[in-house]
């Protein structure tokens, strides 16, 4: 097996625990594998501001992959050095959609989320998981009003996303999602619907900064546990599923580790990259 010299990883159910903690120990397998000189990354839905701190200061990190693709940036400089946005035109046929259902709409300019206030005192109706809650407060900006934003800005977004009160109403949503050619829609949580432009996802952005950085496929790694993930896991020369993993995700995995809460992308890493 080749060297790995590249590992992305997804965040949610993958690198950080259940209750969004990265463990000290994870941390310190993160940090051997810098001092080793591969190249670690976030390779994420979030966008750019909804990465933890920690993760971002952690030295010898460069990179982060965020909005499923849409945006790579050079965390030094936060220059964008990949970007594959959702035109504007395209983002509306996406919002016109979820504004038919009970839907907690965002959307996503130069790195950063954006949702209604009025929807903010009702998140536990929008985010079935207590433990994204304070992730929402904290990393969206909210403004009165998502279609002024649009205008305002006028221009193309990283990504639009919605999160839905009843699953029914999101298959339905999904549904008439996949009829739109130009639209890529993906879940990364039971309950939401991310939409990217069509050919977008983590696994060729992650190819992409391969080939910039000089490392081929086969020496890159990845780790996932959703939906958005399925791509990335298929692209990278070994993919890594973890045990909470969509099955899908496990049968298109090389490897299956074990699950977030077991520091799976921990052992993984170390099994394959440090070869311990």
Same mark, same amino acid.
């Given at each position: 097996?080749? *060297?790995? /010299?590249?590992?992305?990883?997804?965040?949610?159910?993958? #690198?950080?625990?259940?209750?969004?903690?990265?463990?000290? $120990?994870? /941390?310190?397998?993160?940090?051997?594998?810098?001092?080793?000189? +591969?190249?670690?990354?976030?390779?994420? &839905?979030?966008?750019? =501001?909804?990465?933890?701190?920690?993760?971002?200061?952690?030295?010898?990190?460069?990179?982060?992959?965020? =909005?499923?693709?849409?945006?790579?940036?050079?965390?030094?400089?936060?220059?964008?050095?990949?970007?594959?946005?959702?035109?504007?035109?395209?983002?509306?046929?996406?919002?016109?959609?979820?504004?038919?259902?009970?839907?907690?709409?965002?959307?996503?300019? %130069?790195?950063?989320?954006?949702?209604?206030?009025?929807?903010?005192?009702?998140?536990? !109706?929008?985010? %079935?998981?207590? %433990?994204?809650?304070?992730?929402? !407060?904290?990393?969206?900006?909210?403004?009165?009003?998502?279609?002024?934003?649009?205008?305002?800005?006028?221009?193309?977004? *990283?990504?639009?996303?919605?999160?839905?009160?009843?699953?029914?109403?999101?298959?339905?949503?999904?549904?008439?999602?996949?009829? +739109?050619?130009?639209?890529?829609?993906?879940?990364?949580?039971?309950?939401?619907?991310?939409?990217?432009?069509?050919? @977008? $996802? /983590?696994?060729?952005?992650?190819?992409?900064?391969?080939?910039?950085?000089?490392?081929? !496929?086969?020496?890159?790694?990845?780790? &996932?546990?959703?939906? $958005?993930? #399925?791509?990335?896991?298929?692209?990278? &020369?070994?993919?890594?599923?973890?045990? $909470?993993?969509?099955?899908?995700? /496990?049968?298109?995995?090389?490897?299956?580790?074990? =699950?977030?809460?077991?520091?799976? @992308?921990?052992?993984?890493?170390?099994?394959?990259?440090?070869?311990?």
């Amino acid at each position: 097996m080749p *060297d790995i /010299k590249l590992i992305g990883l997804d965040l949610d159910g993958t #690198l950080l625990t259940t209750t969004k903690e990265l463990t000290e $120990n994870t /941390k310190k397998v993160l940090i051997q594998a810098l001092d080793a000189g +591969i190249e670690v990354l976030v390779a994420t &839905g979030r966008p750019f =501001s909804g990465i933890p701190k920690e993760l971002q200061k952690l030295p010898g990190i460069h990179y982060a992959l965020t =909005s499923n693709g849409a945006r790579v940036l050079d965390i030094r400089t936060e220059k964008v050095i990949i970007e594959q946005l959702l035109p504007l035109e395209s983002a509306i046929k996406a919002l016109r959609i979820f504004e038919k259902y009970d839907t907690l709409c965002e959307i996503y300019f %130069h790195g950063q989320g954006y949702a209604e206030e009025k929807k903010l005192s009702q998140i536990s !109706r929008y985010h %079935h998981n207590p %433990h994204m809650w304070d992730y929402f !407060r904290t990393t969206r900006k909210f403004v009165p009003d998502l279609w002024e934003l649009i205008r305002q800005e006028g221009q193309a977004m *990283d990504k639009v996303q919605a999160l839905f009160a009843d699953m029914d109403e999101r298959q339905s949503a999904w549904n008439e999602l996949t009829q +739109i050619k130009e639209l890529k829609p993906v879940g990364s949580l039971s309950y939401n619907i991310e939409v990217n432009a069509a050919g @977008v $996802n /983590k696994g060729t952005a992650l190819i992409a900064l391969g080939k910039m950085l000089g490392i081929p !496929r086969e020496s890159i790694m990845a780790c &996932g546990d959703g939906d $958005n993930d #399925l791509c990335l896991i298929k692209e990278a &020369g070994l993919g890594v599923a973890m045990a $909470n993993a969509e099955p899908a995700v /496990k049968a298109a995995a090389d490897y299956i580790t074990t =699950s977030n809460d077991e520091e799976g @992308v921990a052992k993984a890493i170390e099994k394959f990259a440090l070869k311990k």
